[in-house]
Structure formats: structure tokens, C-alpha cells
């Protein structure tokens, strides 16, 4: 992917063209030399130099998963329980486990390592209880984040503030980079009537803010009034992709195994509310979508006509795993979303004219998945809380998607003004 000279704006219209332009030469350019990645030390890290004066001599509740580890690679749980001025006494596991395997509902268990209790927060609770919360009084937040409203990660978060608001304790985020910058801001701010844990509080779906700014915005904003402390980073600014630093990368969650698919999820993850397949169950979740049903070529060259920045699209076929959660061991036409610019790419914008487009070619096909109205309960679609309005779904059936991601633009920049108290970088 080419890495151009940033933008100095915040969104992108619709309407912005890229130009190209070509250049004879008798012989071609010597390579560029890679750019030097910009070191950057995480909250984590800074746990080496000291501890945050409110866990001293405290016993620590620690919200976590494989993500939390220093720059080196050591867990901020071994770097907690090795500590001699607090006490490391429960762990707390996000969605996907504590090693961030696990798909669906998680059981309470036992760490091997430490002998720890680990409780779950993506099971019978999203909430830490009286029971788990028996003998803490302090509680700690180390995960990585994808910068995403959809990501269930800050829900947790906001969930764990709460309870430490409530207990009248201390919580502490040890802050992480959005792996997509923070500079770029896109789509709609949450529609409350739509509030889930896949969009907790009213905020844009690609909010480009640190974990860490997401606590203070939740915690001052959005009303959860803990004891509040965000061990920033050093180093890191807000125009840097996570693989222009020199911090290593782990997979957020089984689904997000690479950087591209981290790229495009602000747009993909909201096919998961329709009948395609936003690519689970392939080699490539969230790059790769499509059905057994789609004609791939005619509307990867349709996708292509619109010219969209950052984006080109290429039809191909794949065989879904037989666990896959949708099309399980089918053949799938799909189209593959490759990201050429991912500076000036906007993947919401380009997943629902995707839709949009698909609605168009395969009318009795695409579909919305959800639970329709009957038996005295309103229709409740998957789509709506994915994109945190049910304004998304009437757009893609009336064929008005341009329309509200143009609205969606006045979204971005109010959510922009709203942010910036709480801008830490």
C-alpha cells in the first residue's frame, strides 16, 4: 500500500478525486529506502519505570487478553504479579479469552500460569460482579483496541469503569495506539435508540482515539465518574499507522489475523448485518466478501467504475471452512477489497455502496439478517446496531446511500469539536 503525505483535513468527500499522473524515464527509479519506524513506549512499558501511585499496596483486578504486553513481548500480567508494592488477585477476560482464541460465550476458569482466577466479562455478564469483584480494589485495563464504535473492547472498558465507579476504586487504562489513526474520523454518531455492546455510547463509528481518550471521554461525557488514571504513551502521534512504529502487532482477535483486514473492518464489520459473507470463515475475515449467490466479477467492475479513493475491488472464488458462520463449507463468488491508499481510503463509505450496489443486482438475495416484527416485539436487524441507526438500512433499500454519507459528513465533524477535550496526543 502506497503511504502519500497525510491530508490536513479530517474527512473525505465523496466527491474528491485522485490524480494520476505518468513519467518517462530511460531508466527506472532507484527504490526508496523504507522509513524509519517511529519508536513509541506504551502505558505498559512505562510500568517498568514505576507503578501509578493510586495501586500502590492495592490488590488489583487486571482486564486483559494476549494484546497486553510491554514492547518486548512480556505480559502485563507477569509484569503485574512479579510487582512487590501491589498484588495481582484476579483477571478479568474480554471477548475471545484471555489469549484471545476463543469464539462466543466464555466460562470463568483458572490462569495455569499464575494460578490466578480468571473471570469472564463476554458470558453470563459484560460486567464485573460482587462475587468476582470479592478482595479487589483497584482494577487495571491493558487491551488493544482497533479504533472501531463496533469493537467490543471499550465496552468492556466502559462496563469495568462502572463497576469501579460504583466500588468507589481506582481504575487504571494503560493506553495503546488506534491502529488507524487517530486523524481519521469517520461515519455516523450513535443513534442511542440503538445502544448495544457493539455501540455503547453515542460516538462516530471510526473515532480515532486512543483507548486511553475513549476512557475520559466516557468517564467525563457519558457520566461513569471513576476514580480515573490514563498512563499515556510516549512517542506516539496521532498521523501514525501502527506499522509505522516499532511496536510488534498481535491479532486483536481470531478474525482480524492481518493489518489490511484491521484496514477495511470500520466498513466490513457492517456486513455481518447482511446476507453476505464479511469473510469469517476465510483466510482473509473482513477483506474477503461475497456469497454463493453474488455475481463477483460484474459487481467488483461495477465497484471499480465508481473510482473510489484508496480502494479497487477483484472478483474471486473461495470455499468457506465448515465452521464458518455463514455459507459454511459452500463456494463462495466473493470480491476482495485491496486497499491501494489507505490514507485516503473510506471503507464505510465503500462497504455500503457495496451494499447498495448488491441490493441493486440481487434483489431477491441480499438480505438483512435480524429478527422481524411479530409476537408484540418490534423488528430488530443486525444492521441497525452495527451502524448504530436504522437510517443505514432504509438508505440501502431506497438506494440513497450517497445521500446520508453525506449527512454522515456533518456527523464527523461534530464528533470532531466533541472529542478534543479528551485528546491526550
Known amino acids: 500500500m502506497s503511504v502519500p503525505s497525510r491530508p490536513t483535513i479530517m474527512a473525505l468527500s465523496l466527491t474528491a478525486v485522485v490524480a494520476g499522473s505518468f513519467v518517462s524515464c530511460s531508466e527506472p527509479p532507484p527504490p526508496e529506502e523504507a522509513p524509519a519506524k517511529v519508536h513509541v513506549r506504551l502505558g505498559t512499558d512505562r510500568l517498568h519505570d514505576s507503578l501509578p501511585s493510586v495501586l ?13 504486553t510491554d514492547r518486548e513481548g512480556k505480559a502485563t ?23 484471545g482464541e476463543q469464539m462466543g460465550s466464555l466460562e470463568n476458569t483458572t490462569d495455569s500460569v499464575t494460578g490466578l482466577p480468571i473471570f469472564s466479562l463476554h458470558g453470563e455478564t459484560y460486567q464485573p460482579t ?30 469495568g469503569m462502572m463497576t469501579a465507579a460504583a466500588k468507589k476504586i481506582p481504575f487504571v487504562v494503560l ?30 463509528s471510526r473515532h480515532g482515539m486512543t483507548v486511553g481518550e475513549l476512557a475520559r471521554m466516557f468517564n467525563d461525557m457519558f457520566g461513569i465518574g471513576c476514580d480515573l488514571t490514563v498512563v499515556p504513551m510516549e512517542g ?26 484491521v484496514y477495511n473492518y470500520p466498513g466490513t464489520v457492517l456486513f455481518e448485518g447482511t446476507s453476505l459473507s464479511e469473510g469469517r470463515g476465510t ?18 467492475d461495477s465497484m471499480n467504475a465508481l473510482v473510489l479513493p484508496g480502494i479497487r475491488f477483484e472478483a474471486l472464488d473461495y470455499t468457506f471452512a465448515e465452521d464458518a458462520r455463514k455459507y459454511p463449507g459452500e463456494l463462495a463468488h466473493g470480491v476482495r477489497f485491496v486497499i491501494t491508499d489507505r490514507e485516503v481510503y473510506r471503507p464505510i463509505a465503500a462497504s455500503l455502496l457495496f451494499m447498495e450496489m448488491a441490493k441493486r443486482m440481487h434483489p431477491d438475495d441480499f438480505s438483512f439478517r ?14 441497525d446496531r452495527l451502524s ?31 472529542r478534543r477535550p479528551y485528546l491526550l496526543y
Open 77 to 99: 500480567i507477569d509484569i503485574l504479579f512479579e510487582r512487590t508494592d501491589m498484588k495481582l488477585v484476579a483477571l478479568f477476560a474480554p471477548e475471545h479469552g484471555i489469549r
Open 236 to 261: 506516539w502521534t496521532r498521523d501514525l499507522w501502527i506499522d509505522e512504529t516499532d511496536l510488534p502487532w498481535k491479532t486483536p482477535s481470531p478474525n482480524l489475523p492481518t493489518l489490511e483486514g
Open 370 to 383: 435480524g429478527r422481524p416484527a411479530g409476537g408484540g416485539q418490534a423488528a430488530s436487524f443486525s444492521l
Open 283 to 300: 483466510e482473509k475475515p473482513f477483506e474477503y466478501i461475497g456469497a454463493p449467490w453474488l455475481n463477483a466479477a460484474a459487481i467488483a
Open 175 to 204: 493506553d495503546r495506539p488506534t491502529p488507524v489513526t487517530g486523524t481519521i474520523v469517520e461515519g455516523s454518531i450513535l443513534d442511542t435508540a440503538y445502544t448495544s455492546f457493539v455501540g455503547f455510547y453515542p460516538i462516530a
Open 388 to 418: 448504530g441507526t436504522d437510517r443505514t438500512r432504509a438508505a440501502i433499500d431506497a438506494g440513497t446511500v450517497r445521500e446520508l454519507l453525506a449527512e454522515w459528513e456533518q456527523d464527523t465533524a461534530r464528533f470532531v469539536e466533541m
Open 130 to 159: 460482587d462475587e468476582m469483584m470479592e478482595g479487589v480494589d483497584a482494577l487495571v485495563f491493558d487491551v488493544q483496541d482497533v479504533g472501531v464504535r463496533q469493537y467490543t473492547y471499550p465496552s468492556t472498558m466502559a462496563y
Open 56 to 68: 500502590v499496596g492495592r490488590n488489583v483486578g487486571l482486564i486483559t487478553n494476549h494484546s497486553g
